[in-house]
């Protein structure tokens, strides 16, 4: 069975997701580089490792999680849905099973906010994993004089970590944010919809979502 190794030394999975970052870089958008690619494939599959789904949903967790922006290669609008043929091509050429490929591109597909939806397990742990990447690091604009309020929010992250309590089945996104950066009211502003789809991701689930800012309960 295809692993998630095997994607990882696919040459056309590592130059796209190198020349999608590339390319966002030039729009003045935050990173997406193997450090965000290799986050999310581990986070998404630890969401599902520790609500004790099976290991192949796990891996495939992971694969959706490594391979979900490859679309930027292409353009950043509706990069799931040119993401998700993307890798159709890569898995298909690695004789995945047709039943995963189809689990893996939906999750792909499924993962903006403007009309994700969380479609199976895969997708929802890549939902989650995937807008709980907030963090300074991901700042490329070295002038902070010049920070949009996207800059701002995430270089005012100091610390992020989505926490899933198997016993109660509870997903927390706890942050820390500098507030002499931004504030929480900006947080929510550019991220209220992620958060709206974080909650019904965990509930696809069955958990809940919670999000806790500087030790204070939010949801």
């Known amino acids: 069975m295809v692993t998630l190794d095997d994607v990882k030394q696919h040459p056309t999975a ?25 986050l999310v494939a581990k986070i998404a599959s630890n969401i599902l490792d520790r609500l ?31 993401g998700a043929v993307i890798a159709y091509d890569i898995l298909r050429s690695l004789k995945m099973d047709d039943s995963e490929i189809a689990t893996i591109i939906a999750a792909i597909g499924n993962h903006e906010e403007q009309y994700g939806e969380s479609v199976n397990s895969v997708a929802a742990a890549l939902i989650l994993a995937d807008k709980s990447d907030v963090h300074r690091s991901r700042v490329r604009n070295p002038d902070i004089s010049t920070y949009d309020i996207h800059d701002r929010v995430n270089y005012g992250a100091i610390h ?42 965990a509930q696809f689930l069955d958990a809940s979502f919670g999000l806790v800012i500087n030790d204070a309960k939010l949801l």
Not at 52 to 75: M, P, Q, W
Request: charged share 30%; aromatic share 10%; proline share 1%.
């Open 52 to 82: 004790d789904y099976t290991e192949r949903e796990i891996e495939l967790a992971a694969i959706a999680g490594y391979l979900h922006d490859i679309g930027n290669v292409v353009s950043r609008y509706n990069h799931g849905q040119s």
């Open 14 to 38: 590592q130059e796209f997701i190198k020349k999608g970052n590339e390319h966002l870089g030039a729009m003045g958008f935050t990173e997406h580089s193997f450090r965000h690619t290799t």
């Open 160 to 201: 992020s970590f989505l926490n899933v309590d198997p016993d109660e089945r509870k997903i927390t996104l706890e942050l820390e944010i500098d507030q002499e950066i931004t504030t929480v009211m900006e947080y929510f502003e550019i991220f209220l919809t992620r958060m709206v789809m974080c909650r019904r991701a």
